[in-house]
T-cell receptor, first 114, second 114 residues
Framework: AQSVTQLGSHVSVSEGALVLLRCNYS??????LFWYVQYPNQGLQLLLK??????LVKGINGFEAEFKKSETSFHLTKPSAHMSDAAEYFC????????????FGSGTRLQVEP | ETGVTQTPRHLVMGMTNKKSLKCEQH?????MYWYKQSAKKPLELMFV???????ENNSVPSRFSPECPNSSHLFLHLHTLQPEDSALYLC?????????????FGAGTRLSVL
């Protein structure tokens, strides 16, 4: 079985500040991990993915995430927040074996203050 | 352009109505998914289809009836819904061979049940 925990349902940062969104996962097999972003009234857009290659993954819009097996974490970061980054962010996990559907975290709403 | 198109974008229906949601993917994927996104709840997987065959039904009430006539089209037939079924219904597709299972989402159908 797999699960994802996103710490903090709401995160607020100032424009230009570091963005850090936390994701911890649980998986009995090597996981594949994803971050998705959802803008208002839209579907989910893939930001980045970890699929057992490099542990530091770079995605779109300047975001990156680091897979840390020892900490079972896959936190999402961006050095400098933009107003356009305000959205909801979802971490998700799946695996190469067993259940293929994604298991999502409950989401973190990012607010960017001017 | 994600390659996954959902119609309608918005739907208002009474509890005795029958309606259908449509999803079409133009990505050549073999798997399609229905998710339910309710306020303040994680995304809930409803159904999974792989090569037109249903491979997962996540204990969804029978008032939701999926149909997958081919790998490019997925429907969700709705009848005698309840107000608590009001939510954003998201469709996704993926290529499951190779194990990565990266899911691409449509923009969703916002359903309101009166």
């Amino acid at each position: 079985a797999q699960s994802v925990t996103q710490l903090g349902s709401h995160v607020s940062v100032s424009e230009g500040a570091l963005v850090l969104l936390r994701c911890n996962y649980s998986s009995s097999v090597p996981p594949y991990l994803f971050w998705y972003v959802q803008y208002p009234n839209q579907g989910l857009q893939l930001l980045l993915k970890y699929t057992s290659a490099a542990t530091l993954v770079k995605g779109i819009n300047g975001f990156e995430a680091e897979f840390k097996k020892s900490e079972t974490s896959f936190h999402l970061t961006k050095p400098s927040a933009h107003m356009s980054d305000a959205a909801e962010y979802f971490c998700a996990v799946t695996a190469d074996t067993g259940r293929r559907a994604l298991t999502f975290g409950s989401g973190t709403r990012l607010q960017v203050e001017p | 352009e994600t390659g996954v198109t959902q119609t309608p974008r918005h739907l208002v229906m009474g509890m005795t109505n029958k309606k259908s949601l449509k999803c079409e993917q133009h990505l050549g994927h073999n798997a399609m998914y229905w998710y339910k996104q309710s306020a303040k709840k994680p995304l809930e997987l409803m159904f999974v289809y792989n090569f037109k065959e249903q491979t997962e039904n996540n204990s969804v009430p029978s008032r939701f009836s999926p149909e997958c006539p081919n790998s490019s089209h997925l429907f969700l037939h709705l009848h005698t819904l309840q107000p608590e079924d009001s939510a954003l219904y998201l469709c996704a597709s993926s290529e499951t061979s190779g194990g990565k299972n990266i899911q691409y989402f449509g923009a969703g159908t916002r359903l309101s049940v009166l």
